[in-house]
């Protein structure tokens, strides 16, 4: 394992989306069936731990669907789709070395068929998760419905920003919110409630979707692993920002600029480190990784991870070290087709004096 795949990574297929290709995974059928390994090396965050978290957890989705049996005859022609998976990241993943994810075919039942995968690196599992697929249909004609109904202005700040766009330079792109230079593009809205005291009540929303088109037929798979790669963006990262923190920690000489991300694909920003007053530093984030992650797929075949879904994001809840968000994921027609909690460590930077710990 000299380099970060383990096998020589083909070129790019340009038929492909951008997502298709940093997602494909490599069977190593002549080591065992249901292991696999990425194609291609996968991306480490400027400033992060390890490999971007969506990207484990989009391959491990992957890996497991390729373990469920298509429709036939022997099972009357049943489809099985995603719809929860449970995931932990256990150790950070390095970006310099394979992943090999290993697929355990727990059950297959006549309903549900259950999956759990590790994806491990020099011996070492770095993440794993149990994924639960459930057969269409399987509920009935009579089922119990209702579910969150998106913003009513969601839609309409997305049209403006794209219009703004479509006229404007890169450069003022990025200062109307437009980001986006890798598998995916998002367009970030401002924090709705961003004045309230109650920091339970902070929303932050963002407009994603896949950059270009995925090319697989009408069959969800990609668009559900495309899902899932996207739904770790700007995630845990909620907690900082309803609570007004720096991402990074600073230089203690007043004025000193600090480094921040401006988008889930790395482009960095610099900017004062002082409050609104300028009139004292705002606290900053010493640590931040997820611990665990969860989605819940609600409507499969109405998601179409190249078309604007509506992220919506709010934490109830972050002390002891920790911060807990939830995620809401709407399509563009306002249908709620996936719900996502995480909670992670988010440890404030310890600025203590001297004296203050005699």
Same mark, same amino acid.
């Given at each position: 394992?000299?380099?970060?795949?383990?096998?020589?990574?083909?070129?790019?297929?340009?038929?492909?989306?951008?997502?298709?290709?940093?997602?494909?995974?490599?069977?190593?059928?002549?080591?065992?069936?249901?292991?696999?390994?990425?194609?291609?090396?996968?991306?480490?965050?400027?400033?992060?731990?390890?490999?971007?978290?969506?990207?484990?957890?989009?391959?491990?989705?992957?890996?497991?669907? #390729?373990?469920?049996?298509?429709?036939?005859?022997?099972?009357?022609?049943?489809?099985?789709?995603?719809?929860?998976?449970?995931?932990?990241?256990?150790?950070?993943?390095?970006s310099?070395?394979p992943?090999?994810?290993?697929?355990?075919?727990?059950?297959d039942?006549k309903?549900?068929?259950?999956?759990?995968?590790?994806?491990?690196? %020099?011996? %070492?599992?770095?993440?794993?998760?149990?994924?639960?697929?459930?057969?269409?249909?399987?509920?009935?004609?009579?089922?119990?419905?209702?579910?969150?109904?998106?913003?009513?202005?969601?839609v309409? *700040?997305?049209?403006?920003?794209?219009?703004?766009?479509?006229?404007?330079?890169?450069?003022?792109?990025?200062?109307?919110?437009?980001?986006?230079?890798?598998?995916?593009?998002?367009?970030?809205?401002?924090?709705?409630?961003?004045?309230?005291?109650?920091?339970?009540? %902070?929303?932050?929303?963002?407009?994603?979707?896949?950059?270009?088109?995925i090319?697989?037929? =009408?069959?969800?798979?990609?668009?559900?692993?495309?899902?899932?790669?996207?739904?770790?963006?700007?995630?845990?990262?909620?907690?900082?920002?309803?609570?007004n923190?720096?991402?990074f920690?600073?230089? %203690?000489?007043?004025?000193?600029?600090?480094?921040?991300? *401006? =988008?889930?694909?790395?482009?960095?920003?610099?900017?004062?480190?002082?409050?609104?007053d300028g009139?004292?530093?705002?606290?900053?984030?010493?640590?931040?990784?997820?611990?665990?992650?969860?989605?819940?797929?609600h409507?499969?075949r109405?998601?179409?991870?190249?078309e604007?879904?509506?992220?919506?994001?709010?934490?109830p809840?972050?002390g002891?070290?920790?911060?807990?968000?939830?995620?809401?994921?709407w399509?563009r027609?306002?249908?709620?087709?996936?719900?996502?909690?995480?909670?992670?460590?988010?440890?404030?930077? #310890?600025?203590?004096?001297?004296?203050?710990?005699?």
């Amino acid at each position: 394992m000299s380099g970060p795949t383990l096998i020589r990574a083909p070129s790019p297929d340009p038929a492909k989306s951008l997502i298709e290709n940093v997602l494909e995974l490599t069977p190593l059928t002549s080591v065992a069936p249901d292991i696999f390994t990425n194609t291609r090396e996968l991306w480490h965050p400027p400033g992060a731990r390890g490999v971007y978290g969506g990207a484990v957890i989009a391959q491990c989705l992957s890996a497991a669907q #390729q373990s469920i049996p298509p429709p036939s005859p022997s099972n009357g022609h049943a489809v099985f789709l995603i719809h929860s998976m449970h995931c932990y990241f256990v150790l950070a993943g390095d970006s310099t070395i394979p992943i090999v994810y290993y697929v355990e075919r727990v059950r297959d039942g006549k309903s549900f068929i259950t999956r759990t995968v590790q994806a491990r690196q %020099k011996g %070492k599992c770095i993440f794993t998760t149990t994924l639960s697929f459930v057969r269409e249909g399987s509920a009935g004609k009579a089922t119990v419905n209702h579910g969150w109904t998106m913003s009513e202005d969601a839609v309409a *700040k997305l049209d403006a920003a794209l219009e703004e766009q479509d006229a404007a330079t890169d450069t003022d792109a990025e200062a109307l919110g437009v980001q986006g230079l890798g598998p995916f593009e998002s367009i970030r809205l401002p924090i709705e409630n961003n004045t309230s005291p109650d920091i339970q009540t %902070k929303k932050t929303r963002q407009w994603v979707k896949a950059r270009g088109r995925i090319s697989s037929t =009408d069959e969800p798979q990609v668009h559900l692993a495309a899902l899932a790669y996207m739904s770790d963006s700007y995630f845990i990262g909620t907690v900082a920002q309803v609570h007004n923190l720096w991402r990074f920690s600073f230089s %203690k000489n007043r004025g000193e600029k600090a480094r921040i991300y *401006k =988008d889930p694909m790395g482009t960095m920003e610099e900017e004062e480190n002082s409050d609104a007053d300028g009139e004292r530093p705002r606290a900053s984030i010493g640590m931040m990784v997820s611990l665990d992650h969860t989605i819940y797929f609600h409507r499969p075949r109405e998601i179409k991870a190249d078309e604007w879904m509506l992220s919506e994001n709010e934490s109830p809840w972050s002390g002891d070290g920790r911060g807990l968000v939830f995620q809401r994921i709407w399509n563009r027609d306002g249908v709620l087709v996936a719900t996502c909690v995480q909670e992670g460590l988010v440890r404030l930077a #310890q600025n203590e004096s001297p004296e203050s710990k005699f």
